[in-house]
């Protein structure tokens, strides 16, 4: 509770707001180390979670750790987060996208989470409000069942602060690369789109890499977005997005040329995008690993994606992610197709990145 | 010298300062095990927080910083207290968790390493026992988007020679907005000049001397300066310019403070 004052203190937030649902990054025993480990397994001794709480992916599967070649010691400290955790009450199950997992908040719903593209989604595409919280505010949230009241959580924080205008055509992959270029243009403003049309699963793919390049919490799109038609827009600078911006995007993260993995998640995958890239690899099966992180409820949902995925020598991980789980004690350069983990692999994982989407990337490495 | 700051974790802290200029991330800044600094920018590495008050401008880097910081408090090798310029998330959260003593709002500037210190969160005040305060308004008067240097003559007593801004010393218990109206009077013959913001106290150290300076910035309806014998020209410049001047003391963070306002 003294988090939560203080921080609301500091933000003048005139009271705290309940809350009905909170999401907790800070799991991976990589992010986190023994400082995160110590704190969470004291905490553990006596805090209780007083609302639905989820909690971001750990540093490995640990159900696949020894085939993976992460060392014991990491798996067991990653073990005794995982435990701290579950004694606090939390669902067990690791993921950075809640919002697949059944439990999703509605339009004007106060919550608390952390993970960066969770808040992007939670406010941009279900309406729900919350602030990008830091792992160890949301669980404060969590056990309190509030969080202080300010910024997106507000009416007038929602608004936007710059336009984009989209000249671009954005297909699949190219929203990973618009959300790159849009975070870096709006820093940590909150950008207004308009010029294309977008499915749910797009706007994932779009708020993650925005999140990432940008400290964006939120954005709207022009009749695609429940909160557009409140956004006031005039006056506001506004920016072109062409396609050679996009294809600048993909080259400036293009950092290596010959991968050793095509990694697939960050954030994890749903069910229908494993299905359709255990298709992809059946049909153009790469050279080098596939690796799939998706969660466990969307693994145990799909054996026959998984089954497939593996028999051409890819591995489907769940309960970790991409840019927080080991990766460094095996490789060197990543393919991917994700903005967001192009963004941290290089700094989380020691790793080269090659940027594209993901049909040319299993045709080019074949 | 007594400065005012903002209570963001409870507690009193006694000790020495240990002062770093530059944002700090207890991830990677400092060493887990022994609480040794490992950041060179801080121009502390290889000191040990030992208990001394640690002051910097604001925290930087993963949310983690927290938990690095609960670790060395339980550790007892943490600080002893924390000052910032401008509190954030990530060390706040880590001093209300580590039980540690905490203020912002305080140009850390104004500290120096070694100082002794008294770090009073529920007074809400920081306490530099050995160092003297010199309080001054310094003044920003602007016209059309220029603001107004004036450079100091060699018959004042400190920082001839030097470009300033209208500027005096204030008396005790004196209001540093009459003060400053006063000022400009006197420097430069102006008297309809009107309020329009106070900034937050920039302190200027000059050995164990500290002049608390209070920023301001009043519009002037004209630009036709009259000089008294404190100061030998002036220049209208644009804030951008203030780089190119040869001024007293932390002259450019008196401005960005006075254009800030509270």
């Known amino acids: 509770m003294r988090i939560l004052v203080a921080i609301g203190d500091m933000s003048r937030a005139p009271r705290l707001v309940p809350i009905t649902s909170a999401h907790v990054s800070g799991a991976s025993y990589k992010m986190v180390g023994d400082p995160g480990l110590e704190f969470l397994e004291d905490f553990a001794l006596e805090a209780r979670v007083a609302v639905p709480t989820t909690v971001n992916p750990l540093g490995t599967d640990l159900r696949q750790w020894r085939e993976l070649g992460v060392p014991p010691d990491f798996a067991e400290k990653q073990e005794r987060i995982a435990r701290a955790y579950e004694t606090m009450g939390v669902r067990p199950v690791y993921s950075c996208t809640p919002y697949l997992l059944g439990a999703r908040p509605g339009m004007g719903e106060h919550i608390a989470w952390s993970e960066s593209n969770a808040v992007c989604f939670a406010n941009s595409v279900l309406g729900a409000r919350t602030n990008r919280e830091g792992g160890p505010s949301a669980l404060a949230a969590a056990i309190v069942g509030a969080t202080p009241d300010y910024g997106l959580h507000r009416d007038e924080g929602r608004q936007p602060t710059l336009v984009f205008d989209v000249g671009a055509r954005i297909r699949d992959f190219g929203f990973s690369l618009l959300g790159l270029f849009a975070g870096k243009e709006a820093g940590d403003g909150l950008p207004y789109f308009r010029g294309f049309r977008a499915t749910e699963e797009d706007l994932k793919w779009l708020g993650a890499a925005l999140a990432s390049s940008g400290s964006c919490g939120m954005f709207h799109l022009e009749r695609g977005t429940p909160e557009w038609r409140s956004a006031k827009t005039k006056g506001l600078r506004t920016v072109r997005v062409a396609e050679g911006d996009l294809e600048d995007v993909r080259r400036e993260y293009t950092t290596g040329d010959r991968p050793d993995l095509i990694g697939l998640g960050s954030p994890q995958l749903s069910a229908d995008e494993l299905r359709g890239i255990a298709r992809l690899v059946d049909r153009t099966p790469p050279r080098i690993p596939v690796w799939v992180f998706v969660s466990r409820i969307v693994r145990d949902a799909c054996p026959e994606a998984v089954a497939t995925i593996e028999r051409h020598g890819g591995r489907v991980l769940a309960d970790t992610c991409l840019e927080v789980t080991l990766l460094e004690h095996r490789f060197g350069t990543v393919a991917t197709p994700s903005g967001k983990g192009a963004y941290y692999l290089p700094s989380l994982c020691k790793q080269k990145v090659v940027l594209d989407d993901i049909r040319a990337l299993l045709e080019r490495y074949a | ?262």
């Open chain 2, 1 to 262: 010298m007594r400065l005012p700051a903002r209570r963001i974790a409870p507690g009193r802290a006694e000790g020495t300062a240990l002062v770093s200029a530059v944002p700090f991330s207890f991830v990677g800044g400092a060493d887990a095990a022994s609480g040794e600094i490992l950041d060179e920018a801080t121009g502390l590495r290889g000191e040990r927080f030992g208990g001394r008050v640690f002051a910097f401008p604001h925290g930087k880097g993963s949310t983690v910083g927290s938990y690095a910081i609960y670790g060395l408090a339980k550790r007892g090798l943490g600080p002893g207290g924390i000052i910032n310029d401008r509190a954030e998330t990530i060390v706040a959260v880590g001093a209300i968790l580590g039980g540690l003593p905490m203020v912002d709002d305080v140009d850390v500037r104004g500290i120096l390493t070694g100082d002794r210190i008294v770090l009073d969160a529920d007074a809400g005040e920081v306490v530099l026992p050995d160092v003297e305060a010199k309080p001054v308004v310094s003044v920003f008067l602007r016209n059309r988007g220029r603001v107004l240097l004036v450079r100091r003559s060699e018959r004042v007593g400190s920082f001839q020679g030097r470009w300033s801004a209208v500027s005096g010393y204030l008396e005790g218990g004196e209001d540093p907005r009459e003060r400053a109206v006063q000022e400009v009077r006197e420097e430069t013959g102006m008297k309809a000049v009107t309020f329009r913001a106070e900034g937050r106290a920039v302190v200027a150290r000059h050995g164990s001397t500290a002049y608390v300076v209070h920023p301001f910035l009043f519009d002037a309806p004209r630009r036709d300066v009259r000089l008294d014998w404190e100061n030998v020209e002036h220049r209208w410049i644009s804030p951008d310019e203030i780089d190119a001047f040869d001024t007293v003391p932390r002259l450019k963070d008196v401005l960005i403070s006075a254009l800030r306002g509270r």
